[in-house]
């Protein structure tokens, strides 16, 4: 069966410091993966997608960055964080193709003070 | 702005009787629709789906219904356990030539024991 697993699962970081999230998948190939951030209370917003190895889009202008550098990992950047950069955010994906229905991974919860 | 959203932010239900959870979307052009159920501090889950030819599907205790007439989505869960405590949300695709979801702001359903 798919598994999806996403690191760190809480994350404090001071103001400037860079940023790495990382998210793998397991148990299926060319798989299209995703970011999207929650902040306290909303919806989720989609940050990226990948449809495949080193193919990112950016849904949003924002001072974070994806990269795809294996089929099944995804991982979310930041030179430097702003305040504004802490929220929840989640991995998932999908069976490659035009499929929608998405699988999460549990979240990162960032706090950057 | 997101063109899918709720109709309430809260509901309370008392353990045992059925829960509708309602959803209203914009975008005629969507034709695949899903709910999702997360709990604090995790990733959402999915719960079921439903395409635009169907106007019901049923799960386990569970029930999507879809009116595209009024562009209106439910979720309905039948003898609510305590263990459905949790924030629910309705996502859409954005066309059918477009997989990826757009979210609304999501329903946070408490079980009154």
């Known amino acids: 069966s798919q598994t999806i697993h996403q690191w760190p699962a809480t994350l404090v970081q001071p103001v400037g410091s860079p940023l790495s999230l990382e998210c793998t998948v397991e148990g299926t190939s060319n798989p299209n993966l995703y970011w999207y951030r929650q902040a306290a209370g909303r919806g989720l917003q989609l940050l990226f997608y990948?449809?495949?190895?080193?193919?990112i889009s950016s849904e949003v202008p924002q001072n974070l960055s994806a990269s795809r550098p294996q089929d099944r990992q995804f991982i979310l950047s930041s030179k430097k964080l702003l305040l504004s950069d802490s929220g929840f955010y989640l991995c998932?994906?999908?069976?490659?193709?035009?499929?929608?229905?998405?699988?999460f991974g549990s979240g990162t919860q960032l706090s950057v003070l | 702005g997101e063109s899918v959203g709720l109709h309430l932010p809260t509901l309370s239900v008392q353990e045992g009787d059925n829960s509708i959870i309602n959803c209203a979307y914009s975008?005629?052009?969507?034709?695949?629709f899903i709910w999702y159920k997360q709990e604090s501090g995790k990733g959402p889950q999915f719960i079921i789906d439903i395409r635009s030819n169907m106007d019901k599907r049923q799960g386990q205790r569970v029930t999507v219904l879809l009116n595209k007439t009024v562009k209106h989505l439910s979720l309905q869960i039948a003898a609510t356990q305590p263990g459905d405590s949790a924030v629910y949300f309705c996502a859409e695709n954005r066309g059918s030539n477009d997989y990826k979801l757009s979210f609304g702001a999501g329903t946070t359903v408490t079980v009154r024991a």
């Open positions: 975008n005629s052009a969507s034709d695949y």
């Open positions: 998932a994906w999908s069976i490659g193709g035009d499929n929608e229905k998405l699988f």
């Open positions: 990948s449809i495949g190895i080193d193919q």
